[in-house]
């Protein structure tokens, strides 16, 4: 719960006049199923106008919705915020992106909510959790979770149903992992032996770092280093059934969709996007910020630059020689 004054300031929006400024926000909701107590965001005219016909206590919205004679005006030495209150409905918000504060309000209040009461870790009766385990406050362990020897886990993080997570990883704070992931497994790695081509397993000893902010989805699985470590950086967001080896390091604020396949010694610099089903064959490097397109390829120890730059295809080129070589195949059916 928090008041309307308290979600303004944390995303930036100029606090309404007294007495809707002391009104109480308990939830976000979809604009449907807004009740007086809920948030809700409209970043459209066709959504403003439903979200202004709704019960919603507070509306999230951007100043170009608003109409010209409302005299909202927008200040940028004052940190974006609309500083005029003689606004069309005292319950709006204006912010520079809706969607984003609203998810911000959304994150602030499930952290209030979780703050009240018992601030120790939770762990569900059916979970198993092994010798010199450490769990920060306010962590969450579900059921049949399967937490191994020396593993460490900080505060305010929620490991979900069937879980396992092995031996001495290490995972920050605020982390978010769903139902089935598996984290610290070893890698997929053997020696050969060329004359006879037996495979035996090399070493699988390292470990695996998971730093704040992260969410892994459902029945995904990281694996921990050979030799040395696998690194999952901060803010780092990983869909459903992605699979990430031995040895690989993750930057920062990185977005990976689902059935993504990364082999194993790879980097993937901050900001980088990795649509789905994106595989990276071993010691590939994807640059900061460069968006890889659904299905797009990477071959071994191949890299791809360029923030803000998209690739597609495999192998994976730039979006603009990518579409100039379907165009060539169009106009060659024979090929």
Known sequence: MATIAEIAELVGAAAPRAPYAEGEIVRVS???DAT?????????????????????????????????????????????????????????????????SFALAARHLRSRESSVGDSAAYIHPTAVVGVGVQLGCGTSIGAHVVVG??????????????????????????????????????????????????????????????ENDVEIGANSTIDRGALGETRIGAGTKIDNLVHIAHNCVVGRNVVIA???????????????????????????????GVVLGGGAGVLSHKKVRGPGQVFWGRPARPLKQ????LARLRAKPEL
Do not use: M
């Open 30 to 32: 979809a604009i449907e």
């Open 36 to 100: 007086p107590g809920a948030l809700v965001f409209a970043s459209d005219a066709a959504t403003l106008d439903a979200a202004l016909r709704s019960p919603a206590g507070a509306i999230l919205t951007r100043l170009a919705l608003l109409p010209a004679s409302s005299g909202a005006a927008w200040s940028a030495e004052e940190g974006d915020v609309a500083r005029r209150t003689d606004l069309p409905d005292a319950r709006l918000l204006v912010v520079a992106d809706p969607r984003y």
């Open 149 to 210: 020897d020396g593993v460490v886990i900080g505060e305010e993080c929620e490991i979900l149903a069937n879980v396992t997570i092995y031996a001495d990883t290490k995972i920050g704070d605020r982390v978010v992992v769903q139902a089935g992931a598996v984290l610290g497994a070893t890698g997929f790695g053997y020696a050969r032996n060329s004359a006879t081509g037996e495979y035996i397993a090399f070493p699988q000893q390292g470990t695996l770092a998971v």
């Open 258 to 288: 689902a059935q993504t396949g990364i082999s194993g010694s790879c980097v993937i610099e901050d900001g980088a996007i990795l649509g789905g089903q994106v595989g990276l064959g071993e010691h590939a490097r994807v640059g900061a």
């Open 322 to 325: 990518y579409l100039r070589d």
